[in-house]
């Protein structure tokens, strides 16, 4: 019996209760108003309602037993006229429909809900003349993809609402609409020009989150060194926007300008002699003065920002680059490299002004040739690099990679870090292999091994492996802007599988180079 018909029953037998049963009219008040009492009505409902028996379908497969029943009736049909009309019912589209229906819910075949859509609009903006103006438009975000927004225009009304001049007063009428919205706008009629394809490597690592200066952290694109960005739009002086090849949503990085201002500040160094409290807040800028005699140093500290870049297809480079603190191993990968395939691999042959030995042949280990002509093709810059050991000059001739090259060679170079920025030309197309030194502990043990097995007898001190390591890290500090590999030196044979794998690996899959190198 129903609960709702339980209580009515209750309720006419107290009007129908004979005095003589000895019940006190107070407590039948008291009992009567608690059945006809709304609360205790809605409690009953709502036992009522969970008490029901839920419906569960009897199978989940009708579709599949019309089937069955259709192929039953097949013979039937013809002599049959009941049968035959079971079998037209049957076979009705609307009962058809209806049995899919009741299969997919009985196998509780329901629709997700829609997602709701959480990204962020892709707009930023900013206040002039007292008025809301679009100051950027996210490239790929969902104001761009719609392109009903753009840069410059004013926003008057959200929903039939007036917009002050207040960014949060906009967000807060936005959050607050559901279902459609409908804008009000003053467009700002600038047909701008696509913008050219512009790719770039950037120099150093960022981050938004530690970013003060960016003016929507959400919005910034964080990025690692060596990364290669598509810029697609460069029209806010500060700030680019850019999305990464690998994939991802655009976003803000900062510009050439911007981050070349930031990094020619340095912090004032702490000197407590005579300081007053609360004047060390100022920053002073690098001061660096170029001298020819010194001009290594003074690349040094060249701002390295944005590399612009372009994609071109697998292509065998014309030299091969490595870069090493001394000791750690590069002459020794150059010869593998050039005695395993002497037909792709080749290098130069230095020249100097030190007279020949009697077992020296002039071309093999050296090119002698006298002081006077390696002076005068020194001052007119026929030398890549040259240096003064024991009063005889010592050089790489230009022409010497050029020859190697012609034959269809890579030139393979174990050169000083400062011809870095003379090679990175497309005279030259450089891959860039830096050879790092591992820990001490390790350049000791391989050290001790080489010793041990008779491979050498020059005997290096802690000293040495610690310069080594020393000068390594300076060179990574210093010129890592150049390198397009890394490899870790600790074990020779793997060192030298992972510089064969990358230089093949030119040959067959398309290549991120410097921009001068194609225009």
Known sequence: IPVARSMQQVLDNLRDMPPT????????????????????RSLAKAHERLA???????????????????????????????????????????????????????AKCYEMPSEVNSNAMGVTFRVERGELVIARVLHGSMIDRQGMLHAGDVIREVNGREVGSDPKELLELLRDCQGGVTLKILPSYRDTPAPPQVHLKPHFNYSPATDNLIPCKEAGLAFSKGDVLHIVNREDPNWWQAVNIVGGATGLIPSQFLEEKRKAFVRREWNGSGVLCGTLTGKKKKKIMYLMSK????????????????????????????????????????NR?????????????????????????????????SRSQMETDIKARRYLEHGEYDGNLYGTKMNSIHEVVDAGRTCILDVNPQALKQLKTAEFMPF?????????????????????????????????LKKT???????????????DLTIVNDNLDKAFEQLQAAVEQLCS???????????
Not at 340 to 366: C, H, K, M, W
Not at 435 to 448: E, G, I, S, W
Not at 473 to 481: F, G, L, N
């Open 295 to 334: 001009n290594a140093e003074f690349d040094r500290h060249e701002l390295q920002i944005y590399e612009e870049v372009a994609k071109m297809p697998p292509f065998q480079r014309k030299t091969l680059v490595l870069i090493g603190a001394q000791g750690v191993g590069r002459r020794s990968l150059k």
């Open 509 to 519: 899959e398309p290549q991120w180079v410097p921009v001068s190198w194609v225009y």
């Open 469 to 483: 390591v020393d000068e390594s890290a300076r060179i990574r500090r210093a010129y890592s802007h150049y390198f």
């Open 52 to 106: 029901d028996v839920k419906l569960e379908a009897v199978r989940d497969n009708n579709k599949q037993l019309v089937s069955e029943i259709l192929d039953s009736l097949t013979g039937l049909s013809s002599r049959d006229a009941s049968a035959e009309e079971l079998a037209n019912i049957l076979q009705e589209p609307h009962f058809k429909s209806l049995i899919e229906a009741h299969d997919k819910v009985a």
């Open 337 to 369: 490299l050039i005695i395993i395939n002497p037909l792709l691999y080749g290098t130069t042959v230095p020249f100097t002004s030190r007279p020949a030995r009697e077992e020296e042949r002039d071309g093999q280990s050296y090119c002698f040739v």
């Open 432 to 464: 860039v292999v830096f050879v790092a030194a591992p820990q001490l502990d390790t350049l000791r043990a391989m050290h001790k091994a080489v010793v041990d097995a008779g491979l050498t007898t020059k005997l290096l001190t802690e000293t040495d």
């Open 21 to 40: 049963t000895g019940a006190k009219d107070i407590d039948l008040l008291f009992l009567k108003g608690i059945i006809e009492s709304p609360i205790v």
